[in-house]
């Protein structure tokens, strides 16, 4: 789904951290500021040239200071011995240093995922599971012939990931003859629709109630396009829900216009997911320009003065190699709109090197060409706009 | 309410009288159908206050509705001293009982049900007999030392990979229910009947085991397998984390699927209920044969295992008079046939089990090809959010003016005004719904799921011969749906000769009277039934009809 999820969410390192997290029931303040008070109140007796007798009424006070923690009844018993613990072994400042400590409360979650760390490289694959790769059944027919834990499994799993692939098989399921199959599956899709729905409709709601940031903007729109891409919009509603990823996505660059090649990334994922190549090509091309003459390697170059991150630069480059090939695809070959919902339909080709299309480096010139079309060899190619007839809308 | 013993104890888990659907109708049914026996009606529900007023008006050949929980009403979370008081009196606790002089017998059997697998009848029976001793106490389970035990086996020899922390909770969310149920006191009847296997059919055959009464069993949809497709998309069950796995994507690789030994720890535990009750069951009732195949495949002795369909009545006033526009028509028994537009009705609950969705996708699909006049008609309370999202889908659509939502209505009042009736369903038994509708000659368009195929194309050969009364379609699949109507709207002479066999075919398999006649035997056999009984008002409530739709 979105790389961007993928990024910080499933591939952080767990790091040992310390997880402070605001304690839930109030912390009664009269024990502590008793406490500090009656330790105060030594300490001011110890200035001076201090007789022997002050000296024991001031330790006196000190231990005095312990009764408001130790008699609170607000405080379960371990918390009186800390606190305790703490006003006796730190004069004045044990008792707020106590407050503090009591006040926060880990929940034991000592290990938790640390949002800063890098992606923990993959491992390479053990023995043993090389050899269950071996072995393993593809897993179509693994859903047919596993048994029923297996099944499941499996199917828990493809909803788990619920990309294209994991829809596309799925739906592949549903005509099964086993009818326990069918309707696992069916389920299954009937789920992530469900969630799917579920979130967009929170994320229009909270873009409904105020004025929109780009974060929220980006994450709908991303939404809207992973579940088109995945298989799970409703086909008879491609073309509204396009609209408004659409809209969201202009949202998101008016908030923050620095943010233009991640927005154009997930524009151009859009346009290709509803068959609009073309759409796709312009969206990318507003961030960057291809330079280079015909027969070489382009190099995309950013439009404007913002700095475009390595990572997006290569997605953009991917994207762009695939809106170039689905421009080029000849009628027959090209798909109804209905095609993105098709199990059929393969999954996206982002983030494959399409060696083919690289090798045709004068299509990726289209600024070159001035959108009129290019000679490849003998084949004279029309321009992106006039290759395919797409029957879904015009965005 | 009088307070006599009852025949007939009808033990239900979660559905009459406080649910409407096709099963508490069912059991609506019997009750109104024997005005000779008095039943009482036990229905084991979640926790207290899980459901609102009874739907149904209890008959008055009912002399008892006992309820039992699973669960008891959560309590808030406590704090400061209240906590630390608690925390006395578990430690207190744990030295009691762990006093006792012999080892509990209710444990031992739990201890053989989740360990020891499928076991003959005897073995079962022995176990019942363990569980129908009620001698531990839920502390004894929840601070014990020999529930601790049977824990910690049960994590070396059936969960070795499953955190330890995680079953500890499992371990008590299985077994408290259960201990909850035991400790409930024996309704006295002269027979009890259960409606399904699961924490009733337990329940069930520890009364019948302690009371020497006999049971019969009847399941609608089968429990285990129910209860199975929940666990395997249930997320209050943890999986470790996507990067648990070292980075290789285990978790999500399809080619080394992770089946979850919780999971398996749960479906294990529901059919281990199940085996128990069809081993104490003397009888055991099921609606089709399809359901028949799966009960013996987990466990149920073939021998006692008879198929009893639904039935229904037929109206007398069968809508049998003319034909439209159809030459071919032939002279007699002809079912009137409405003008465009086709009238569509969608009956049942509006829950997702329904799949309300994939309908509303056929009708929209259809409606590009035909003229539809939809209507979805049941209640639509249960489950708000999904009605909401079916409801905001016809409104995307651009629909509402061919799809109505028009709530529940009385079943005499609905399928006069409908041509045919969908059903979309992932799930189902055997629908009465396709029922009323052939009594009515009304064909049927339903998923493939329960015995809905063997209702629309015959169960046996000749039943086949009647000729199909519908559509067969698969689940989830919005575009068979619509193909299916598009044939019934633009062929009347297909609709009417397709309602006509449905009418024949409940005529001939599905007659609410043998259906009933089956019922009384059984009830008769199992030593219930007292002529003496004075019941008024039975069948004045039959013939008004308490549920609706």
């Known amino acids: 789904m979105s790389s961007r999820r993928g990024a910080n969410g499933a591939g952080a390192r767990a790091t040992a951290i310390d997880a402070a997290v605001v304690r839930n029931r109030p912390l009664p303040v009269v024990p502590w500021v008793s406490a500090m008070l009656i330790d105060l109140t030594a300490v001011l007796l110890l200035f001076g040239d201090a007789p022997t007798p002050v000296l024991l009424l001031a330790a006196l006070l000190h231990l005095a200071a312990l009764i408001p923690i130790v008699v609170a009844p607000a405080l379960p018993r371990s918390e009186r011995v800390l606190g305790a613990a703490y006003v006796f072994a730190i004069p004045v400042f044990g008792a707020p240093l106590a407050a503090l400590s009591l006040g926060t409360a880990g929940r034991g979650e000592l290990v938790e995922a ?38 499941r499994a499996i199917i828990a799993t493809l909803a788990l990931r619920a990309d294209a692939g994991a829809v596309a098989l799925l739906r592949w399921a549903l005509g099964a003859a086993n009818p326990d199959l069918a309707v696992e599956s069916a389920l299954a899709i009937e789920e992530m629709t469900a969630s799917f729905e579920a979130r ?51 949202t998101a660059l008016e908030a ?90 393969p999954p996206p080709l982002i983030r494959r090197r399409l060696s083919a299309a690289r090798r045709l480096s004068g299509l990726h010139a289209r600024g070159a060409t001035g959108g009129a079309g290019v000679t490849v060899g003998v084949v004279q190619v029309p321009a992106p706009a006039s290759t395919r007839e797409v029957p879904v809308e015009k965005p | 309410m009088k307070s006599l013993e009852a025949d007939v104890c009808l033990l239900v888990e979660g559905t009459y009288p406080f649910v409407s659907g096709g099963v508490s109708s069912w059991v609506h049914d019997i009750i109104l159908g024997h005005p000779e026996l008095r039943f009482a009606v036990l229905n084991v529900g979640s926790h207290p206050g899980a459901y609102g007023e009874p739907r149904f008006q209890l008959p008055d050949n009912v002399v008892g509705l006992h309820r039992v929980f699973c669960q008891e009403t959560a309590r808030p979370p406590l704090d400061g001293a209240a906590r630390a008081d608690l925390r006395e009196q578990i430690r207190r606790l744990r030295t009691t009982v762990d006093t006792r002089a012999r080892p509990s017998r209710v444990l031992a ?42 824990l910690t086996q ?37 027979c009890y009947h259960a409606i399904a296997t699961g924490y009733a059919g337990l329940l069930a055959a520890v009364w019948s085991r302690r009371s020497q ?96 369909p639904n039935g229904v009545d037929l109206p007398d006033d069968a809508p049998v008079r003319e034909a439209v526009n159809d030459n071919d028509a032939p002279d007699e028994g002809l079912i009137e046939l409405h003008p465009a537009p086709l009238r569509v009705g969608f009956v049942g609950r509006v829950v997702p089990i329904k799949d309300l969705i994939t309908f509303i996708r056929a009708c929209d699909l259809a409606l590009h090809s035909v003229d539809l006049q939809v209507r979805v008609i049941g209640p639509m309370d249960e489950d708000a959010a999904y009605a909401t999202r079916c409801r905001d889908l016809v409104a995307r659509l651009g629909r509402g003016a061919k799809i109505a939502f028009v709530g529940p209505m009385p079943p005499a009042a609905i399928y006069g005004d409908l041509d045919v009736v969908v059903l979309t369903s992932f799930s189902e038994g055997q629908p009465l719904v396709i029922l009323e509708a052939y009594a009515r000659g009304v064909p049927a368009i339903a998923s493939d799921v329960g015995a809905c195929r063997e209702m629309i194309e015959g169960r046996d050969a000749a039943d086949r011969e009647l000729g199909p009364s519908g559509f067969v379609t698969r689940v989830a699949t919005p575009k068979e749906t619509a193909a299916a109507l598009v044939r019934l709207a633009s062929d ?25 006649a089956s019922y009384r035997a059984l009830y008769a056999a199992m030593g219930a039934g007292d002529p003496s009984i004075e019941v008024r008002g039975v069948m004045q409530q039959r013939q008004r009809g308490a549920g609706t739709l």
């Open chain 2, 213 to 308: 009464r006999p049971l019969a069993l009847t399941e609608h949809g089968i429990y285990a397998r129910e209860r199975e497709m929940e666990l395997a998309r249930a997320d209050w069950i943890r999986e470790a984390a996507e990067t648990d796995d070292g980075g290789f994507g285990l978790r999500t690789a399809t080619w080394a699927p992770h089946v979850s030994p919780l999971r398996k720890i749960w479906s294990g535990f529901f059919r281990a209920l199940s085996r128990l009750a069809y081993a104490q069951a003397g009888r055991i009732v099921t609606l089709s044969e399809c359901n028949r195949g799966k009960q013996i495949a987990d466990g149920a002795p073939a021998a006692k295992i008879e198929i009893v």
């Open chain 2, 492 to 516: 009347p002479t297909l609709r009417r000769r397709m309602g006509e066999s449905g009418r024949r075919r409940v005529a001939a398999y599905y007659q609410r009277r043998d259906m009933l």
């Open chain 1, 114 to 151: 640390d949002p800063t760390a890098l992606p923990a490289a993959a491992e390479a694959p053990r023995a043993e599971e090389l050899r269950s790769l071996g072995e393993a059944l593809p897993t179509c027919e693994a859903l047919l012939a596993g048994s029923v834990d297996e099944r």
């Open chain 1, 256 to 345: 923050d216009p620095t943010q233009a090649a991640s927005i154009a990334i997930g524009r151009a994922r859009l346009e290709l997911a509803v068959l609009h190549p073309d759409a796709a090509l312009e969206a990318i091309d507003e961030v960057v320009v291809a330079e280079g003459d015909a027969g070489s390697e382009p190099v995309l170059m950013a439009r404007s003065v913002e700095k475009i991150e390595p990572a997006e630069m290569e997605m953009l480059l991917a994207l762009r190699d695939e809106a170039v090939m689905a421009t080029h695809a000849l009628p027959w070959e090209s798909a109804s709109a209905l095609a993105s919902y098709h199990p059929a339909s």
């Open chain 1, 200 to 250: 967009l409709d929170d994320h229009r709601k909270a873009l409904a109630s105020g004025s929109p940031g780009r974060g929220e903007a980006l994450e709908a729109a991303e939404l809207a396009t992973d579940a088109i891409e995945a298989g799970l919009a409703e086909t008879a509603l491609l073309p509204t829900l396009a609209q408004e990823a659409r809209g969201y996505f202009s």
């Open chain 2, 154 to 190: 049960l994590s070396d020899r059936a969960a070795a990979q499953a955190p330890f922390l995680d079953l500890f909770w499992h371990f008590r969310a299985i077994h408290v229910p259960m201990l909850r149920l035991l400790a409930a006191p024996v309704v006295p009847a002269a």
């Open chain 2, 109 to 150: 059997g739990l201890r053989r049900m989740h360990l020891d697998g499928a076991s003959d009848s005897e073995g079962q029976q022995s176990i019942l007999d363990d569980l129908a001793t009620n001698d531990l106490a839920l502390d004894e389970l929840l601070y014990g030392r020999a529930s601790f035990d049977l």
